[in-house]
């Protein structure tokens, strides 16, 4: 069992930066990637940005320049630095990792971006 917390949304204007948290703990050990995903209101749920343990990342087109993932293997901990927000960037994002065969979900942090 994984269980995945997350931290650090909230309210802020076009072009201003956010970083989120996600903290891992449980069978923390059995865990390779950790990725954000982004569900906005209507919309399918999306990867936004992925971290495997060795550092190796990918973003999504969308976020690519404006986004940076990051982890703490120490603090098992996962972050989400967002630059240059956008209104389209607004989402409930969800930290997300998977110790086959089981995907585990934190309970998502809200993103609203708007003046």
């Known amino acids: 069992q994984v269980q995945l917390v997350e931290s650090g949304g909230g309210l802020v204007q076009p072009g201003g930066s956010l970083r989120l948290s996600c903290a891992a703990s449980g069978s923390i050990f059995s865990i390779n990637a950790m990725g954000w995903y982004r569900q906005a209101p209507g919309k399918q749920r999306e990867l936004v940005a992925r971290i495997t343990s060795g550092g190796s990342t990918n973003y999504a087109d969308s976020v690519k320049g404006r986004f940076a993932i990051s982890r703490d293997n120490a603090k098992n901990t996962v972050y989400l630095q967002m630059n240059n927000l956008k209104p389209e960037d607004t989402a409930v994002y969800y930290c997300?990792?998977?110790?086959?065969?089981?995907?585990?979900w934190g309970q998502g942090t809200r993103v609203t971006v708007s003046s």
């Open positions: 997300h990792t998977a110790v086959w065969p089981v995907d585990y």
